[in-house]
């Protein structure tokens, strides 16, 4: 198995940390997120955790805040994709929302690492694609992604349709 990135997207609540868990399961994973420092710097203002839609907004406006003064948010993955590829590990899920940081990160890697979204099917029809109120959430359809993966079987047959997308992948 070759050593692979993958930026992985979706709207929320359509899978994708359980599907990077399942992933992880059968493969050495490391599974970071661009969200990871702002969710540290979000902390220090008051942010109890939470996930409503305000607190989305909140660390929606935040990253780009971060991005803009010194693209920080590329940075922290970038260097979080150094260590990978020091590692003893097979596969990267990097969690990026936003299409042009999702284009910044794979021109950073030299078109290393491949995109995937994560789309939800019929099982996951709450899922509000575009009712969040924030870019992040509501645009993640909005890139043209390398791979994509529906998530609508049920979760005992998901893991090896999953571990088997990847598997294939990654050869």
């Not at 694609?129 to 993640?140: F, K, M, P």
């Not at 994509?148 to 294939?168: G, H, M, Q, W």
């Amino acid at each position: 198995m070759k050593k692979t990135v993958f930026v992985i997207n979706g709207s929320g609540g359509v899978g994708k940390d359980t599907l990077c868990e399942m992933a992880a399961n059968r493969f050495k994973v490391c599974n970071v997120s661009s969200i990871t420092p702002i969710k540290e710097i979000a902390l220090l203002c008051g942010w109890d955790g939470e996930k409503t839609d305000r607190a989305r907004k909140f660390l929606s406006d935040l990253k780009s805040l971060t991005t803009d003064f010194n693209d920080f948010p590329t940075e922290w993955i970038y260097k979080k994709y150094l260590d990978f590829l020091n590692s003893d590990d097979d596969i990267m899920f990097v969690h990026i929302r936003e299409g042009a940081e999702i284009e910044k990160f794979v021109k950073k890697t030299e078109g290393k690492a491949k995109t995937l979204l994560i789309r939800g099917g019929e099982r996951f029809a709450k899922t509000r694609t575009g009712a969040y109120g924030n870019a992040s959430d509501d645009l993640v359809e909005n890139y043209n992604y390398d791979y994509y993966f529906v998530n609508d079987k049920p979760l005992e047959e998901t893991e090896e349709l999953f571990c088997s997308f990847i598997a294939k992948i990654t050869e």
